[in-house]
């Protein structure tokens, strides 16, 4: 008797499916008796729910922190990693209104999952955008999410020439809102 659990195969149509295969062999026959059962639909259930569950942890840190910080900075700092992380996304930055409030300004919050983001990041702290303007302009004034698929498509994104040489492909930006303002 053999048994296979939880292996991913790939069935004639190009779908993938999870199964679990048990063979009993019947040596005096010389046959083989196999039964195969798709888990596919339990190990989706068991993902998403193993995926919110670590979206609720993850809030649940950012809250800690949040009680717990001495500053902006850290806080913005500590939620783009793990919101990074999380997300599987290679870079993160903070954007925050100026004093003026005539401008999002770069907050010195950062997230970098590979070196060579870095130089996108000294670039980026050049930048300013006013309302409208950019990805944090934009969020700025519709105090809503704002996601590019393309940002060489994007004729209301700045910085093209720098997410080119550090191929950046995607971008969203989310606001984070107090008393109607983000």
Known sequence: RMRWDNVFIVTAKGEQKIVSSINI?????????????????AWEHKYAIEKERDKLLMLFSIARKIEKATSLEEVLSYTLQRVCKESQWDIGEAWIPSEKWDEMIYSGAHYVS????????VLSQQY??????????????DKAVVWVDDLQQD?????????????????????IMTDDEV
């Open 25 to 41: 062999p019947l040596l005096e026959q010389n046959i083989m008796v196999s039964t195969v059962q798709d888990n596919t639909q």
């Open 114 to 121: 590979h070196e060579q983001l870095n130089g996108f990041v």
């Open 128 to 141: 300013s955008f006013p309302r409208n303007v950019g990805i944090p302009g934009r969020v700025w004034a």
């Open 155 to 175: 004729e209301n994104f700045l910085r093209k020439r720098e997410v080119s040489t550090f191929q950046i492909k995607s971008a969203v930006g989310i606001p």
